[in-house]
């Protein structure tokens, strides 16, 4: 209808003439409380903030030297980030006279960004800047979640499941040898 005749009808409502999408063609308009208008657009922002995820990017930090388990620690760590759909940033710190290997640095670089590649992709090789080595993994967005088992599945690394508690072990006590 045209814009005075629809002006007209909507005060007759007690309602605003509220311009919903001003590009179209015809251009369309709405007859509504203009703050109840305004307190839904809020609304409708507010949820699609709540729902967006800012990627962030996390920092691990090695040393040439760092131990094998160390290592496997701050891998799930990284693996962990990834999964949450952050970036992670691989950091190896040379101190002293350890930056004479520098190829040490770099090969623990790439041993880590081999063992992620099913999580993340790799951005660019490892460089060296100043005292660190660094390198960019980025989440792949097929990474699938692991299921959390309340306690079920295969007994933790050393062989035995600890035995629950209030129980006796199976076994006797082995007498001291004299």
Sequence with gaps: ????????????????????????????????????????????????????????????????????????????????????????????QFRGREIAHADLGKKLLIRFAGDLTAYGAVEGVPRLEGRNAHILISPVKAAAKPEKSAGKGPPPAGGKAPAPQGEKPSHPPSAPEA
């Design 1 to 92: 209808m045209p814009t005075a005749q629809a002006l007209r009808r909507a005060q007759e409502l007690g309602l605003d003439l509220v311009l919903i999408a001003p590009t179209a063609v015809p251009p369309v308009a709405k007859a509504v409380d203009f703050g109840h208008y305004q307190y839904e657009q809020k609304k409708k922002q507010h949820d699609a903030k709540k729902k967006q995820h800012v990627v962030q990017v996390k920092e691990l930090k090695f040393r040439p030297n760092t131990d094998d388990h160390d290592y496997d620690f701050k891998k799930n760590h990284a693996i962990r980030f990834l999964q949450e759909g952050n970036r992670v940033k691989a950091v190896v």
